[in-house]
């Protein structure tokens, strides 16, 4: 189990704070723990209030014009211009499933943006009696009142879920391919399942339509869809930027949060390898060890788990400190995550923003350099953490 160290929390006053928290000591689990140092330097942040009054938002897009995409999780798409304020809900947007934890979620823009016009959402979809991941596209209006032409791509088949566990994230690589993260609807064993899409990473290309070269392309019984499997509710996923691999994080049940990096054709674990119990306090059924050969083990992993949602890395120029961070939001434990990245091993641990107590559903980093969180709650937040003015 990961060793864990405290440290100081500070506050500098209702916006501001020294945004130090918890150093804990950070491990692989094939590999010894490595100490982190005692106490991570304090970074002097202002917090601002960007806008409020938000239906339990879920995802944000920054858009190249200026101004942001916004998900509100009850089906709305809102346009946050700056200045200008908060639209109304565009149109354009397809019917959600706004039931448990469904409803509508991730937004990314196409990599070609600016020639295309092209808004990518995932949501959850029903059936009349069940629902799954779906994700579809249309182009933004030139005034930016809706979304024209929306076209499902791809859709979690089969139905399984009644309101729980759909991931999802978007990520594009810059190659041409779209990733998709899909959590198993609450479905333990479909997880390890290659007929269907619940507990997988997918790969398609940006028309939805799926890549020759996918690890199960060809193999009976198995969705040429699927990138990667055995994964539980992943709600978190990126790019390094630093070596362009993927990183994804997942719920555990009770304890066993985790971040993976994603190969191909890689299984990782879930149900059968897990660091968690179920919520009774019993272990999970189909569980035969917290490794086991042939699964891929996490790179890290929360023994309580914070109940982690959205992933950025940080490599701006704003705050030097935070270089070659990653930024994780937690509902459960009311925080933003600050990992410090030594390559591909996480070496230290912090804990931000632990005075406001907000569940954090995403978090970004902005084109202007800022960090950016959306606090996952109705009314919710979009809040902006930029340097602490100094002297004076």
């Not at 100490?35 to 202002?46: I, L, N």
């Not at 809102?78 to 304020?85: D, S």
């Not at 629902?131 to 929306?150: C, E, I, N, P, Y």
């Not at 035969?288 to 949602?309: D, F, H, N, R, V």
Request: proline share 8%; hydrophobic share 35%; aromatic share 8%.
């Amino acid at each position: 189990m990961p060793q864990r160290l405290s440290a100081t929390r500070r506050a500098l006053s209702t916006f501001t704070f020294a945004l130090a928290g918890s150093a804990c000591f950070a491990a692989s689990t094939w590999a010894t723990p490595v100490k982190s140092p005692d106490q991570p330097p304090a970074v002097a942040a202002q917090v601002t209030v960007v806008v409020g009054g938000l239906s339990s938002p879920w995802s944000m897009a920054f858009l190249p014009e200026g101004g942001m995409l916004i998900t509100e999780r009850s089906g709305q798409l809102r346009l946050l211009r700056t200045p200008g304020g908060l639209s109304k809900p565009l149109t354009g947007v397809p019917k959600v499933a706004a039931q448990g934890q469904g409803g509508l979620l991730d937004v990314a823009l196409s990599p070609d943006f600016a020639q295309d016009r092209y808004v990518y959402l995932s949501y959850a979809e029903s059936d009349g009696k069940r629902s799954g991941t779906a994700v579809g596209r249309g182009k933004l209006a030139a005034d930016g009142s809706g979304l024209q032409d929306f076209k499902v791509l791809f859709r979690q088949e089969p139905k399984l879920s009644e309101g729980q566990h759909f991931g999802s994230r978007l990520v594009f690589d810059g190659k041409g391919y779209l990733f998709i993260s899909l959590g198993e609807n609450n479905q333990r064993p479909t997880a390890q399942d290659l007929d269907k899409l619940q507990g997988k990473v997918v790969r398609l290309k940006v028309d939805g339509s799926v890549p020759a070269d996918n690890p199960f392309v060809g193999q009976a019984g198995a969705r040429p869809e699927i990138w990667s499997y055995g994964h539980r509710n992943p709600q978190g996923m990126a790019l390094n930027p630093w070596t362009g691999a993927l990183w994804e994080h997942e719920h555990g049940p009770r304890g066993g949060d985790e971040i993976n990096l994603v190969q191909p054709g890689k299984n990782y674990g879930w149900p059968l390898a897990t660091y968690g119990i179920n919520y009774s306090g019993q272990p999970i059924p189909e569980a035969k060890g917290e490794t086991l050969p042939g699964m891929e083990p996490p790179l890290y992993w929360w023994a309580k788990s914070p109940a982690i949602s959205g992933m950025a890395f940080y490599n701006a120029d704003r705050f030097p400190a935070w270089r070659h961070s990653l930024f994780i939001g937690a509902l459960a434990n009311q925080n933003l995550i600050r990992l410090t990245l030594d390559g591909d091993k996480v070496v230290a641990e912090e804990q931000l923003l632990v005075d406001r107590k907000a569940r954090i559903r995403d978090v970004r980093q902005g084109p202007d350099g800022y960090v950016y969180v959306l606090t996952d709650a109705s009314p919710g937040q979009l809040l902006r953490l930029a340097p602490a003015p100094t002297g004076g």
